[in-house]
């Protein structure tokens, strides 16, 4: 495969798959620190992101450094605090960093648009028609600042009323989630599309066992964002890099592996409808008043 001589590379990459959120991680100067919040298995996770980031340091000349997360707060607290420079956020924690801390860089473009759903999944043979047909059931979210896996479907029961379902979990992966439904250890879950889309391609015999009940309109595409205070011209490059990632063989080798067309530039604006919904699931009119 033509992304082989990315993976030759092996001390262009570093990858920390560490479950705890450190004060601080040793970089050697020079490197770049790449945050990546967990949307599939960490073992998909791994093996994508970590090939984008060595054509990324190809590109750059420069070595990067991958860090995973659990959760979608500990890379918006890396964000925040300067501890990495870049990230791949979800559209969801995007919204949920202060302004000042992140500066936007590209989105991915899928099926031609850079867009995606939420989508709301059910087994194949659950007798549900409607979001309502859900209420006292158990739910699966993926993240508590996940778009797709949580902000949507809880401003849907947020909208239905009442203490909606009866017990919720979160996976901490759209994948997981998924399996959830299929082995009916809840009845129902919300996913990226995107990971949807993977999957179905991947695991068609998994994802024949469940179905969509509610499909969001389409939101802005997961972001790659560059922290406030880097060198313009390292951010430059960066950006640079990656809208035009499409032109070159590897990159468009491993574009179509992540599942995306091309990175395309991004306006703020695309992400509004994203923090609506954010604050019809916390049931608040403020942006100020969220958390």
């Known amino acids: 495969m033509a992304l082989g001589a990315c993976d030759r590379d092996a001390n262009a990459v570093q990858v920390d798959t560490s479950r705890r959120l ?8 020079g490197v770049l620190r790449f945050a990546l919040g967990t949307r599939v298995s960490p073992r998909a996770m791994v093996e994508g992101r970590q090939r984008l980031a060595a054509w990324l340091a190809g590109r750059l000349g420069r070595g990067v450094n991958v860090t995973q997360r659990e ?24 919204v949920a960093l202060p302004t000042q801390t992140v500066e936007l860089l590209a ?5 031609g648009t850079p867009t995606y759903h939420s989508l709301v999944l059910v087994r194949s043979n659950d007798p549900a028609e409607t979001f309502e047909d859900l209420r006292g059931r158990r739910f699966a979210f993926v993240d508590a600042l996940s778009l797709t896996g949580r902000l949507y479907p809880e401003s849907l029961a947020r909208k239905a009323g009442g ?10 992966s759209h ?16 996913v990226d599309s995107l990971v949807f889309d993977r999957m179905a391609r991947d695991e068609p015999d998994l994802l024949g066992r469940v179905r969509v ?4 309109p389409p939101f802005g595409s997961p972001p790659i964002v560059a922290r406030r205070g880097l060198d313009p011209k390292v951010v430059g490059a960066m950006r640079d890099a990656l809208l035009r990632m499409h032109e070159d ?3 468009r080798a491993l574009l179509v592996e992540l599942g995306f067309d091309k990175f395309v530039p991004v306006d ?3 992400y509004e409808s994203v923090r609506r919904v954010r604050m019809e699931a916390y049931g608040i009119d403020e942006v100020e008043g969220l958390p």
Not at 107 to 111: D, E, G, M
Not at 163 to 172: E, I, P, Q, R
């Open 249 to 251: 063989a590897q990159g």
């Open 107 to 111: 989105a991915p473009s899928s099926n």
């Open 268 to 270: 703020p604006r695309a």
């Open 71 to 94: 959760t979608y707060a500990e890379t918006n607290d890396l964000l925040a605090r300067g501890e990495v420079d870049f990230a791949f956020v979800c559209s969801g924690a995007f």
């Open 213 to 216: 009940l509610v499909k969001s």
């Open 22 to 29: 450190p004060e601080s991680t040793p970089v050697a100067k």
């Open 163 to 172: 203490n909606f379902f009866s017990d919720s979990v979160y996976t901490h």
């Open 175 to 190: 994948t997981e989630s998924i399996r959830m439904v299929a082995t009916a250890r809840v009845a129902a879950a919300a």
